[in-house]
Each structure stands twice: as C-alpha cells, then as structure tokens.
C-alpha cells in the first residue's frame, strides 16, 4: 500500500489541497502530514489567496483518520507527547493562514480527519458523510487540549462524548443543527455547492476574514490548560500497546485499563 502524498493545485485566488490515499480512504501516513506542512508554509506566502479548499481523492473518504500501523515503533508515553505536538503545530500553522478555508467532506472525516476538518473555517458534507472519533474502541489513546477544545467549540460536549466516549460516528444529517456543517447537500450536489461557498468567500473583504479568523481562534484557545499528562497517561500505557497490536491483528483489543 503506497504512502500517499497530499498535493495543491492554484487556480487564480484559489488553493485546492488533495489527500490522496484512496485505497486507505485517504488515511495519513507521516509523509502524507510532513507533504501537509510543507504546503501550509508555502500558503504562507502567498498573500493573494481568497479561498482555500481541503478535499479527500476517491469521493469515499475525506480523511480516515491516522494510519495506525504507524504507531507500531511507539514505546513510551514521550512518543504520544511529541506525536500530539507535532499535529497541533501542523494544524495551528494551517489555522493561522489569512484565507478562509473549506472541507469538502464526501464522505468519512473521522480521528485526524475530523481534527483536520474542525480546522477549518468553514466545512460542506455530503448527505450520509460520517464523523466521528472512535479512539476508545479503536487505539486507546487521547487527542490534544487543542483538539478537544476545537470539538467542543464546534459540535457542543455532548454530541463529542458521543463521539468519545461512544464511539459513535455521527452522521453529516445528525450533525447539521450543530452548526459544524456549513451546508449538507446531496452527493451529486456537492461539486455545485462547494463552487457556490467559494465564490461568495472570494466576494467578501478578505482583511475582515482575516481579522475575523484571528479573532476567534484567539478567543477559542485563549487559557487553553496542558493536557500532557493525559497524553503521557494513555500513550504510555498497556491499552495503547493492545489496541496497536489489535489493529494490526485485525481483532477487538482486550481492553485492561493499565
């Protein structure tokens, strides 16, 4: 199976970001988020931008989520610490970009992907899209204070302990009276949708998004408290080894609490 790749294409004042594992319904793999960052610092400097779009190849999947075989070589609980930081840099300088940004979500946007998804500005779904984080049945470990905070901002605590705790994947239908979703529309309108909501980003002042944009993320992670120690607690611990090895075994962990 190929390790994917992530890849933009410019088209006058408007960035389209691919990520293209189809076969692995486009699940990142550490190139796939190292090719990720490179772009997020290339956007940097491009100062004309109106809108930037976010899209999974296939139509199957947005993102599904971190491969998790790559998480066969983590041994200690710093390893989970780095991991977590690593991604909330990747994410913090992909937030940080002046132009409004937009998911295009055909179908799957779940662990990373929903992370990569609540990063954005605004998000389209198709009807019958699935969201969701399923790490207490899948992996065993935890996301960042970062994280944590942008799902409750977006979706409200309860709907993410349904996700969380659950782990339920919610529906594109169940999540619309969130607000998370900007627009649901049907799978053959979601090429026409999205052409809409980018050329109405393109129409509006673009210093007032910005401004807007900062604002908010401000407002959003202002006295964010550290969470390592939860990070440290669940990627340092025998549950996090089991549903490793249970992932690859292609069998349910054996969960223990340890």
Same mark, same amino acid.
């Given at each position: 199976?190929?390790?994917?790749? =992530?890849?933009?294409?410019?088209?006058?004042?408007?960035?389209?970001?691919?990520?293209?594992?189809?076969?692995?319904?486009?699940?990142?793999?550490?190139?796939?988020?190292?090719?990720?960052?490179?772009?997020?610092?290339?956007?940097?400097?491009?100062?004309?931008? /109106?809108?930037?779009?976010?899209?999974? =190849?296939?139509?199957?999947?947005?993102?599904?989520?971190?491969?998790?075989?790559?998480?066969?070589?983590?041994?200690?609980?710093?390893?989970? =610490?780095?991991?977590?930081?690593?991604? #909330?840099?990747?994410?913090?300088?992909? =937030?940080?970009?002046?132009?409004?940004?937009?998911?295009?979500?055909?179908?799957?946007?779940?662990?990373?992907?929903?992370?990569?998804?609540?990063? $954005?500005?605004?998000?389209?779904?198709?009807?019958?899209?699935?969201?969701?984080?399923?790490?207490?049945?899948?992996?065993?470990? $935890?996301?960042?204070?970062?994280?944590?905070?942008?799902?409750?901002?977006?979706?409200?605590?309860?709907?993410?302990? /349904?996700?969380?705790?659950?782990?339920?994947?919610?529906?594109?239908?169940?999540?619309?009276?969130?607000?998370?979703?900007? /627009?649901?529309?049907?799978?053959?309108?979601? #090429?026409?949708?999205?052409?809409?909501?980018?050329?109405?980003? $393109?129409?509006?002042?673009?210093?007032?998004?910005?401004?807007?944009?900062?604002?908010?993320?401000?407002?959003?992670?202002?006295?964010?408290?550290?969470?390592?120690?939860?990070?440290?607690? $669940?990627?340092?611990?025998?549950?996090?080894?089991?549903?490793?090895?249970?992932?690859?075994?292609?069998?349910?962990?054996?969960?223990?609490?340890?």
């Amino acid at each position: 199976m190929s390790s994917g790749a =992530v890849h933009m294409q410019v088209e006058g004042s408007v960035a389209r970001i691919w990520f293209d594992r189809p076969e692995a319904m486009n699940s990142m793999t550490w190139k796939m988020y190292n090719d990720f960052e490179k772009i997020n610092l290339r956007l940097q400097t491009m100062s004309k931008l /109106r809108a930037i779009v976010l899209r999974g =190849v296939g139509g199957k999947a947005f993102v599904a989520g971190t491969d998790i075989h790559q998480f066969s070589d983590f041994n200690r609980s710093e390893h989970g =610490v780095e991991y977590e930081k690593k991604m #909330d840099r990747i994410l913090y300088e992909f =937030v940080s970009l002046p132009a409004p940004t937009l998911a295009v979500i055909d179908d799957l946007a779940i662990g990373g992907g929903l992370n990569i998804a609540a990063s $954005c500005d605004l998000r389209l779904a198709a009807t019958g899209a699935r969201f969701g984080v399923p790490i207490s049945r899948t992996l065993g470990n $935890c996301l960042s204070m970062r994280n944590y905070a942008n799902m409750v901002s977006l979706i409200g605590e309860p709907a993410s302990k /349904r996700m969380l705790f659950l782990a339920e994947l919610m529906t594109a239908e169940e999540l619309a009276g969130t607000g998370f979703l900007a /627009r649901v529309v049907p799978p053959q309108e979601v #090429d026409t949708a999205s052409d809409e909501l980018i050329e109405k980003l $393109c129409s509006m002042a673009p210093l007032t998004i910005t401004a807007s944009k900062k604002a908010l993320q401000r407002l959003r992670t202002a006295n964010l408290p550290s969470g390592e120690d939860l990070i440290e607690l $669940c990627y340092g611990s025998s549950d996090f080894q089991e549903g490793v090895q249970a992932f690859k075994a292609k069998r349910r962990p054996n969960w223990t609490g340890e």
